[in-house]
C-alpha cells in the first residue's frame, strides 16, 4: 500500500521561503511514476502546483513556475517543494500526491497525503 | 489558462441520479482523454473516484461512473447515498504533463 506523508513548518513569514517533503513509504520512487504537489486555500478549490518524474524532470503550473522549485531525493525516497517569496495568497493546505501514469504520460493522482496547512503570515 | 468550470451545488434526494458537468477547452479536456474526477470529504484528502474518463479505481463503488462530450466531462452517482455527500472535483490533463482542476461541486444530499 502506497502511503504519503508532508511534513514541514507550519507558518511561514511572508516573503520568505515554504519548504515542504513528502516521505513515500510502500513504493519506490526510483521505480516510476510521476510525483506530485497541491493544495487547497482555505474554502477553496484545489490547484495542481507541479509534478516530478522519477527521473527528475519537473513540470510546474505556469502560473507559479516563476517561483516554485521540486526535487527527489531516491535515496530518503522523498520528494520536496519549494514556493519562494510567499504571501497570504500562498496559505493553503499542501498535499502531496502519486501520479498515476498511462505508459508515460501523467494521468490522475491516485495516492494522496493527508495535507498539512500552511499559514503564511507575520 | 483557468480552473475548469463546474456548477457550485448539485443535489438529490437518496436513491436519485445526479450528474456534474465539468467544462474545459479544445486545450484541455477536448484534447485528451485524461479526465478524473476526486471526491473530498471535509477535513479529508480527496479520493480519487474516476480516471481516464470513465475508468474506476478498485474498490470504488459502480454508482459513479464517468464520460466526456467535446469540452464537457461528466460524472453520475446513481443511487445517491448519505455518505456520497462531499465535495467533487474534475482534473484534466492539459499537455506537456500539466493538469488544470475543476473549480468544485458541493453534493447535498436532501
Known amino acids: 500500500q502506497v502511503q504519503l506523508q508532508e511534513s514541514g513548518p507550519g507558518l511561514v513569514k511572508p516573503s520568505e521561503t515554504l519548504s515542504l517533503t513528502c516521505a513515500v513509504s510502500g513504493y519506490s520512487i526510483s521505480s516510476g511514476y510521476y510525483w506530485g504537489w497541491i493544495r487547497q486555500p482555505p474554502g477553496k478549490g484545489l490547484e495542481w502546483i507541479g509534478s516530478?518524474?522519477?527521473?527528475?524532470?519537473?513540470y510546474y503550473n505556469p502560473s507559479l513556475k516563476s517561483r516554485v522549485t521540486i526535487s527527489v531525493d531516491t535515496s530518503k525516497n522523498q520528494f520536496s517543494l519549494k514556493l519562494s517569496s510567499v504571501t497570504a495568497a500562498d496559505t493553503a493546505v499542501y498535499y502531496c500526491?502519486?501520479?498515476?501514469?498511462?505508459?508515460?504520460?501523467?494521468?490522475?493522482?491516485?495516492?494522496w497525503g493527508q495535507g498539512t496547512l500552511v499559514t503564511v503570515s507575520s | 489558462q483557468s480552473a475548469l468550470t463546474q456548477p457550485a451545488s448539485v443535489s438529490g434526494s437518496p436513491g436519485q441520479s445526479i450528474t456534474i458537468s465539468c467544462t474545459g477547452t479544445s486545450s484541455d479536456v477536448g484534447s485528451y482523454n485524461l479526465v478524473s474526477w476526486y471526491q473530498q470529504h471535509p477535513g479529508k484528502a480527496p479520493k480519487l473516484m474516476i480516471y481516464e474518463v470513465s475508468k474506476r479505481p478498485s474498490g470504488v463503488s459502480n454508482r459513479f461512473s464517468g464520460s466526456k462530450s467535446g469540452n464537457t466531462a461528466s460524472l453520475t452517482i446513481s443511487g445517491l447515498q448519505a455518505e456520497d455527500e462531499a465535495d467533487y472535483y474534475c482534473c484534466s490533463y492539459a499537455g506537456s504533463s500539466t493538469f488544470y482542476f475543476g473549480t468544485g461541486t458541493k453534493v447535498t444530499v436532501l
Open positions: 500526491a502519486r501520479v498515476g501514469i498511462v505508459v508515460v504520460t501523467a494521468t490522475h493522482f491516485d495516492y
Open positions: 516530478i518524474y522519477h527521473s527528475g524532470s519537473t
